[in-house]
């Protein structure tokens, strides 16, 4: 089974930096993914994990500790473009069905 | 336009009828999900195939859910005796068995039972 962990809303100012840490309990962990969801359209993946550390890529970066059952998501730069909801996903091994189990996800506003 | 398609992208029923939701994945993607999210909530994982074979279904599909994909190619989903309970946006996503995961999402079909 799958517990994943993440705030719900946060709001962060234009141009600054924001984290949003996702923590998750699973079995057979085979990798985290982040999406990025707007209202009302489809969630976009974003990064993904299978080892840890950092994984960058232009404005986001997403960091994993397997140790630690943990990730965060760090997007830098803020546009307003960026308000949307993220979400954090966790991919099970053991089956190997490739099928992610999502968190709620964390609505981000950014403001100006 | 070569991504996920879903249709009908809205639908409003009444309670205790029948619907029916049509997903066309992306050509070569062998893999196709089901999924339902509603307001506020990350998507629910419900089913999945590979090729034509349902390998993996949630519990949280009930007698009433039924999903197909008789060639390998598009799938569809079907409720029966809809309840209130079922309104929620469902969304299809497709991949790659040799990649990375990642999913493909189309825009989802959006379903209110009245």
């Known amino acids: 089974g799958q517990n994943i962990d993440q705030p719900t809303e946060m709001t962060a100012t234009e141009g600054a930096i924001v984290q949003i840490n996702c923590t998750y309990q699973?079995?057979?962990?085979?990798?985290l993914f982040w999406y990025q969801q707007h209202a009302g359209e489809a969630p976009t993946f974003l990064s993904y994990?299978?080892?840890?550390g950092l994984e960058e890529k232009g404005r986001f970066s997403s960091f994993l500790s397997r140790s630690k059952g943990y990730s965060y998501l760090l997007l830098k730069e803020l546009q307003m473009k960026d308000s949307a909801s993220y979400l954090c996903a966790v991919r099970e091994g053991e089956t190997g069905a490739n099928n992610l189990f999502f968190g709620t996800g964390t609505r981000l506003t950014v403001i100006p | 336009d070569t991504g996920v398609s879903q249709n009908p992208r809205h639908k409003i029923t009444k309670r205790g009828q029948n619907v029916t939701f049509r997903c066309d994945p992306i050509s070569e993607h062998n893999r196709l999900y089901w999924y339902r999210q509603t307001l506020g909530q990350g998507p629910e994982f419900l089913t999945y195939?590979?090729?034509?074979?349902?390998?993996?279904k949630s519990r949280l599909l009930s007698d009433r859910f039924s999903a197909e994909r008789p060639k390998g190619s598009f799938s569809t989903l079907e409720i029966q005796r809809t309840e209130q309970g079922d309104s929620a946006m469902y969304l299809c996503a497709s991949s790659l068995t040799a990649n990375t995961g990642e999913l493909f999402f189309g825009e989802g079909s959006r379903l209110t039972v009245l």
């Open positions: 195939f590979q090729n034509e074979a349902q390998l993996e």
């Open positions: 699973t079995s057979g962990f085979n990798g």
């Open positions: 994990n299978v080892l840890d």
